[in-house]
């Protein structure tokens, strides 16, 4: 993988360092193509992140369990944006120049935020399984306060974990690294831990999300079913059939949400976990990007299948700096822009 330039001279990380990593074969054409690319994607995926984060937190009508629950999810997800660039670094430069320090935090800080994205979306399952399931427990179960509370407990032990599981394979501790070169920050996993990460980041996760989301989309069918008879034999529907139908939809389109979460998951989690050293270079880049794209996808969804998050959006670029705009009832605004 070395990189030569006209003079098929050798390119390093650390040119002054004889253990330096090579850099990545890459002309420079080919490096600013890649490095605009994945500029634009982080850009992208902040952005749109933030207009979910702005939406959610501005306009108090949107300060609903679910919505903080996706909130934290869009926080995430920005945070994931942010990082982009320095995993564009390794991937084109195939370098690391921040010292092994950095490297543990950064590997730290990404795992923090993948299972804080994984953890949401199981507490999203939770959420529309109570909300569809059990409409009538709903509001006694499921309040803000508690869901903001559940939510904390999920990022700090998302945190506890992943400082746990870098410090115990040996990022830390100079001794026990085993790096073939100097500059680079492979991601590695003992025999220990792959067990216990196994569990933890995949089975649990995803075994929770599937099970629940299956009960979901059974009760939905069984309420679309009895609402579609209604509306057919010429009865009126009542306000509590459109409440559940209402519910119905927004399960589905969480659905669709945890569904391209673990399509883009799945993979990585599978591959990450089929050996106990260092994994091959191209493969594991490429599943991160899918990863990576995943957080700028999520807010697509809303604005493809949220009514909210259109309108709420509009008003963020035309009244967001007016003093009584947080107090505006986005719902309100979007049935009458129906009529």
């Not at 309420?223 to 057919?232: A, D, E, P, W």
């Not at 050293?277 to 599943?287: E, N």
Request: hydrophobic letters at 45%.
């Amino acid at each position: 993988m070395a990189y030569e330039t006209e003079d098929h001279e050798i390119q390093y990380c650390f040119p002054a360092i004889n253990s330096s990593c090579i850099k990545g074969k890459h002309s420079s054409h080919e490096s600013n193509i890649m490095y605009m690319f994945f500029s634009l994607l982080s850009a992208w995926t902040v952005f749109l992140n933030l207009l979910v984060i702005i939406s959610i937190s501005h306009f108090k009508k949107l300060h609903t369990p679910t919505n903080l629950i996706i909130l934290s999810l869009a926080v995430a997800d920005m945070l994931i944006g942010l990082l982009m660039p320095l995993e564009a670094m390794r991937l084109i430069e195939i370098c690391w120049y921040f010292g092994d320090t950095f490297c543990g935090l950064f590997l730290a800080i990404t795992g923090l935020l993948i299972s804080a994205s994984l953890y949401n979306l199981i507490l999203i399952a939770v959420d529309r399984y109570v909300a569809v399931c059990h409409p009538l427990l709903y509001q006694q179960k499921i309040t803000t306060t508690k869901t903001f509370i559940i939510i904390c407990v999920c990022w700090v032990w998302s945190s506890a974990y992943n400082i746990s599981f870098i410090t115990d394979n040996g990022y830390f501790d100079p001794s026990r690294r085993t790096h073939r070169c100097y500059g680079e920050c492979p991601f590695m996993i003992n025999s220990a831990w792959s067990m216990t990460d196994l569990f933890l980041s995949f089975l649990f996760p995803c075994t929770v999300i599937i099970i629940l989301y299956l009960k979901i989309f059974y009760v939905v069918h069984q309420q679309v079913k009895v609402i579609n008879s209604l509306m057919k034999s010429g009865k009126c529907v009542t306000e509590g059939s459109s409440m559940r139908k209402s519910e119905s939809k927004a399960a589905l389109t969480l659905g669709i949400i945890v569904s391209v979460y673990l399509l883009c998951y799945i993979p990585y989690y599978i591959l990450s976990l089929t050996v106990n050293t260092i994994i091959y270079f191209k493969i594991v880049r490429f599943l991160i990007w899918i990863v990576y794209i995943n957080s700028s996808l999520n807010p697509l969804v809303y604005a493809l299948f949220y009514r909210w998050f259109k309108v709420s959006v509009k008003h963020i670029f035309i009244k967001v700096f007016q003093t009584v705009s947080s107090l505006t009832d986005i719902f309100n605004n979007y049935n009458q822009s129906l009529k």
